[in-house]
Structure formats: C-alpha cells, structure tokens
C-alpha cells in the first residue's frame, strides 16, 4: 500500500512540474466603427505589441520614423536624438556634448528624404541640423523680422518639405505654423485654426457697443498640437480640444483644408498624427485613451490600446508624446511616463483587413476579393467584409448577392446602385405584363366601385350603422375640407370606441412605417427595433399636447371641452394616416435616385399635420386666427414644461429608489 501510495505521489508531482498552455490575451479591446450605424463594435486585435524599447531615456517627447526605418527619438531630458533601427537597437546618438552641437531639451525631431535630421532644439530656441552621421550642420534661431515682433521663438515640432521650407510649431502659439525657407527667411505664418465662436461671444456682440467690444477679450484659436507631412506633400496638424472637431487637418500648399474642419471621432486629446503609405492616418488620443486608425477622409476605421500613466504592464501606454509608421506598418510611440518606445505589429487579420481596405479605396475592387475573403474567414461579423465584397460583386454585376451584402452592411448607397440595376433588369423583362397588370387594376378598381355602389343601393348597410361610417369617413373629409370637417366633429357626439378604433388605426400604420418601409428609407435591424420605445416617442408628443391644448385653452377661454380636443386631435392625424401609405408603397420600389420624393411626401406631410392641429384648436375652441397661433405657441411651451418636469421627477425618482435599494442590501449584507 505504502507502495502504490508513493508512486500515487511521485506521479502528481510529475504532473504539476509540467508545463501549462500559456493563454496570451492583449491588456487592451480593439473595436472598429461602423459609419452606418455610428457604433463602435468589438473586433479581434488588429495589431499587437512586438516590443517596449528603451536606449536609457530620460524623457522620450517626440519621434520621427525615416524612409529607411530608423526610428528617431527626441530625449528632451537627456539633450539629445536617440536613432534606433527597425527591430529597437540603438544605432546612434545625435548631439554633441560641447560646441554648436549640443542640444538642450529638444522637443521635435524630423529627418528629410536625404537623411538630414532638424530638431526643434527648444531649449536653446533654434532649429539645429544634423547630417545622416550626426555631425551638426547648421543652426535657425528666430529670424530678423518686425513681423514677429516680441514673439519668443520657441520651436517645439517641425516638418520639412522637399523644397527645404520648414514649417514650424512654436510653443503655444495660436497664429499657426511659422515657416522658414532654406535660408532661415521668414515666410509668414501657415495654418492656424479657426477661434471658435461661443455662445457667449454671441450674445456679448449682440448686447455690447462698439466701445465696450474693443475692450473685450477676444477669442483666440486653439494651439496647433502637433504636425506630420506625408508623400504627397500634404501637412497634417493635430489640435487638442474642442470634442474632435478640426483635431486632423490636411493642409495643401495653399493652407485650404481636405477635411473642412469635420469633427474626429477620438480626436478631443489628440497627441500626434502619422500617415502610412496608403494615406490611412494614425492617432494617439489621451482623452479616449487609444491608438485609432483613420481611412484617406478622416472617417474613424479602428480604435485599439490602452492609456494608463502608472502602467507596468507590457503594451500599455503611459503617457504618449509622438507616433510613426514604418515602411511594414508597425507604430511606433514614444512614452515619456515609461521613458520607452512601444512597436505595434499588424496581425494577420489586421494585415488582410487593411490590404483590403486600401485596395477598396483605390476602387480596385477585383484585387480586394482575396482579401475580403481572407478576412471573412476570420470574422463574418465583420460588417466592413459585406462592404467590401458588396461592392466586388456589383462590379462583377452580381447584383442579387450584392443587394444582400450592402444590406448586412448597412450600406445604402451600394444597396441603392444595386436595387436599381435588379429594378432596370426587373422592368426591361416584365414591361408588358407590368402595364398590362396595371390597366386591368385601374379597370377593376373603376368597375368594382360601381359594382359596391350598386350593390348598396340594392342591400344598403343597416340604419345603425349610417353615423358610425359617416365618422369613419369623416377622416378623409377633414382631410380636404378641415374647417367643415372639425365643424362636423364639435357639433357630434362621436361614440368612444370610433375615437378608439380611428386611434387603434393611425397606431397600424405607424407599425407599418416600421416594419415595411423599404430598407432604403428605413436601413435598420427589424429583429432590433424596440417597438414599446417607437410607439411611445410617436405617442407622447400627441398625448402632452391634448393636456397642454385643453390646460391652456380652458385658462384663455376656449370653448372645447376635454372629450373635443381629444376626438379633434385623432382626426387631426389624417394626413399621417393618408400619407404614409403611398410613401410605404413608393419607399419599397424607389431608389436613391428618386429619394426626393419620399422626402417631399414627408415634408408635405409633416406640414399638413401642423395645420391640421391650429385648425382643429380654432375650430374646437372657437379662437380667432391670430388667438390660435399665439394658444398653439402657449401649448407647444407648456408641451416642454410638462416633458422637463417629468424628466426631474423621473431622475429623482431613480435616485430615491437607488438609494433605498442600496439602504436595502446594506442591511441585507451586514
């Protein structure tokens, strides 16, 4: 027994020694945006750390990836340019320790296509060059001009153009990039962003006299952040602030911005931007606290990292102060709270994912199949792999499949290029038996009312129900004549259950705007819609206004009683009921082309309902025109009130259950 029990022992030590499968998961979620339905979604890592490199940095504050890879790294602590090779080697240092190559605080670094390197020397105010072996070339200290005037020149970023211009970011200053030609002659300043206008700014201009303005503050724009040039000569600024909007501009040589100031999703914190070699942009964001990834527009394509300033935690992020992108794609960021330099790699999915979206962007849609496929191998979740490969097969004119995939994607502008070629296709086979089916439903329609027609006259409906259809009817004649109409409304006793029934069928087709509007005009998930959400934000309005129309109304003598204004405002819905069902109809066999139909149904629609309801508040509580619109305008305010006190009593409401709630499981706990 002593036996088998010591081989028993022998055998579970074996088995503890041995080694566990190693489970390797990224510190960090990577998401991608989806433009369609202006959502992030989870997606597997895209890239992934492959190195945390460090050449004894004292304070990593910028750096600049060259043609040839090298990674160059400005070390403002050390007073120096640290150039490291592709896989994280040092190769060389850049500054000198006495004489007019020695640096102090540099804070920028750029090296030209010849190898030239400029450093924003901050400390000692001037642009010093470097070459290729770092012997120091040359100095620019603040140039010989009034223009400047008392400005101190301070550079702290910079790029070169292939003319040898430098465009210089100085610290703090709002006019924009300073440039300097060759000769270190100023150029004038370029690129500076627009003040942004606040409310209050408004109301002081509106208020305050001539006088009172000059002595006013005015408001100043933001400092540019940070600045990148990319192979076509375009620069790039980077500018904090302002909840994304103009955080990346593309500047050409006129300063005219490619992306009109549009507003960046994940650029509040911008730190940096690059650009790879297929024109895709990169950021590193302090206040989303990731690394994004941008297509040739600026429109958001993936986010992924981390930021966290007491991270020990290998490709986590401290506090980033510039980004790269080398020749095979990997970033590289400088962190001065790590005093590291972070290299991200693509992973095949994120490789195969951006092949593709890179071909795709240059419309060479046949060379992005392998690639699509390749990724929708991976992940068929994906919606931008049905993007893709919609557009691959409406370019191979499979236009079924590609109708399917624009719709898994959310795309309706491919969804639209693909119905009309099925409905063209569809027409040009069917084109007789279309008009031929037409005819014969106009004919019938024609002869079978004259058919009910004579039919009633012979067997007319019962006595008892002659005023309920008048009612029913009633909604199409108030419809044309409204005035007559709301007339007929007031002086009746309409029965409960015709007011219900009328209610119970503007409720249909509000169910059927949902659910059978063409995905065109309605491009949603039918599975996902909250049908109790939809049915009370189309109820709530119609509900707060027959309170707030019968509260005012009653106080500025209106003569309609409750059960009026309630039976006036289901009547007043008519022109929904009669609009949506040619809309729903045209909605399923309309393209995008032809959009500005529905859009006009809507529109007319929309104003035929607001005049419905000033009619039907004349009408019913007897106002003269000018006295209703001034009572509309009352109720439509008092509408608001009701909806501000409900939201506060709601939120106080919350707070008090959350409050008893946690009381409860305190008690529970302890």
Same mark, same amino acid.
């Given at each position: 027994?002593? %036996? ?32 369609? $339905? ?17 050449? /004894? ?63 924003? /020397?901050? &400390? ?28 101190? !020149?301070? =550079? ?18 709002? $006019? ?9 002659? !100023? ?9 942004? $206008? ?23 724009? %933001? ?30 040589? *006129? ?11 994940? &650029?509040? &914190? ?33 986010? !992924?990292? /981390? ?20 020749? $095979? ?58 993007? *893709? ?72 409906? =019962? ?30 006793? @309409? ?13 249909? @087709? %509000? ?63 008519? =022109? ?7 809309? #729903? ?34 009408? #019913? ?50």
């Amino acid at each position: 027994m002593k %036996k088998w029990f010591s081989l028993l022992l022998v055998f579970m030590a074996v088995l503890t020694a041995l080694p566990g499968t190693a489970m390797a998961k990224l510190p960090y979620m990577t998401a991608y945006y989806d433009p369609n $339905q202006l959502s992030w979604f989870r997606i597997q890592p895209i890239y992934s750390p492959a190195g945390a490199f460090s050449a /004894d940095f004292g304070e990593p504050a910028d750096l600049h990836v060259a043609d040839d890879d090298r990674v160059y790294v400005a070390d403002k602590k050390k007073d120096r340019i640290a150039v490291l090779s592709r896989y994280g080697k040092l190769l060389r240092i850049i500054g000198d320790a006495e004489g007019s190559g020695k640096l102090s605080g540099p804070e920028g670094v750029f090296v030209t296509p010849g190898n030239e390197v400029y450093v924003a /020397d901050s &400390g000692n105010q001037r642009i010093a060059v470097f070459d290729e072996n770092g012997r120091f070339r040359r100095e620019y200290q603040k140039p010989d001009t009034p223009l400047l005037g008392s400005e101190h !020149f301070v =550079p702290v970023k910079l790029v070169v153009d292939r003319r040898g211009v430098m465009y210089i970011e100085l610290n703090s200053s709002y $006019q924009g990039l300073l440039r300097l030609n060759p000769k270190g002659e !100023f150029m004038g300043y370029f690129g500076a962003n627009k003040a942004d $206008q606040s409310m209050l700014n408004w109301l002081k201009k509106l208020v305050l006299n001539k006088e009172q303005m000059s002595k006013e503050k005015g408001a100043l724009p %933001k400092p540019i952040t940070n600045v990148a040039l990319d192979r076509d000569g375009f620069l790039y600024t980077a500018t904090a602030g302002g909840e994304g909007k103009g955080a990346i501009r593309k500047l050409n040589a *006129g300063g005219v911005d490619g992306f009109k100031n549009k507003t960046l999703e994940n &650029g509040h &914190g911008i730190v940096d931007v690059a650009i790879d070699p297929e024109g895709f942009l990169y950021n590193v964001d302090l206040d989303s606290m990731r690394i994004n990834i941008y297509d040739r527009s600026g429109q958001a394509m993936f986010e !992924f990292g /981390d930021v966290d300033k007491e991270t020990q935690q290998y490709g986590v992020l401290g506090f980033p102060t510039g980004i790269g992108i080398d020749s $095979q794609h990997a970033i590289w960021i400088s962190d001065s709270a790590t005093n590291t330099v972070h290299k991200y790699v693509r992973t095949a999915f994120g490789s195969s994912v951006l092949q593709a979206l890179g071909l795709y962007a240059d419309g060479k849609y046949e060379e992005s199949k392998p690639y699509w496929e390749a990724v929708y191998a991976r992940n068929d979740m994906y919606n931008g792999t049905f993007q *893709g490969l919609g557009k691959v097969y409406l370019h191979e004119d499979r236009n079924d499949e590609a109708l399917s995939y624009m719709k898994a994607a959310f795309d309706t502008d491919g969804y639209s290029k693909a119905f009309w070629q099925i409905r063209m296709d569809w027409l040009q086979r069917h084109f007789v038996a279309l008009v031929t089916s037409l005819i014969a439903l106009l004919l019938a329609v024609y002869f079978g009312r004259r058919a009910v027609r004579a039919y009633l006259v012979r067997h007319p409906f =019962p006595v008892s129900w002659k005023d309920p259809l008048a009612y029913i009817r009633n909604l199409g004649y108030v419809l044309i004549h409204p005035y007559e109409g709301f007339y007929k409304i007031k002086e009746a006793r @309409i029965p409960a259950w015709i007011t219900l029934f009328l209610l119970c069928l503007v409720i249909g @087709i %509000k169910l059927c705007r949902v659910y059978l509007t063409g995905f065109l005009f309605h491009p949603v998930d039918l599975s996902e819609v909250n049908l109790v959400k939809e049915l009370a934000l189309f109820a709530l309005p119609w509900v707060t206004w027959i309170i707030a129309n019968y509260l005012v109304c009653s106080i500025k003598d209106g003569e309609g009683r409750f059960r009026e204004v309630i039976q006036g405002s289901v009547y007043a819905l008519s =022109p929904y009921v009669f609009f949506s069902v040619p809309t #729903i109809l045209l909605s399923n066999i309309a393209s995008l082309d032809e959009a500005v139909i529905i859009h006009a149904l809507n529109v007319v629609m929309t104003v035929w309902l607001l005049a419905m309801f000033i009619v039907m508040t004349q009408v #019913i509580h007897n106002f003269e025109f000018l006295e209703t619109l001034k009572n509309s305008a009352i109720s439509v305010f008092t509408i608001l009130t009701i909806w501000l006190f409900g939201f506060i009593v709601f939120g106080l409401s919350y707070n008090l259950y959350d409050f008893f709630y946690e009381l409860y499981k305190e008690v529970n706990i302890h």
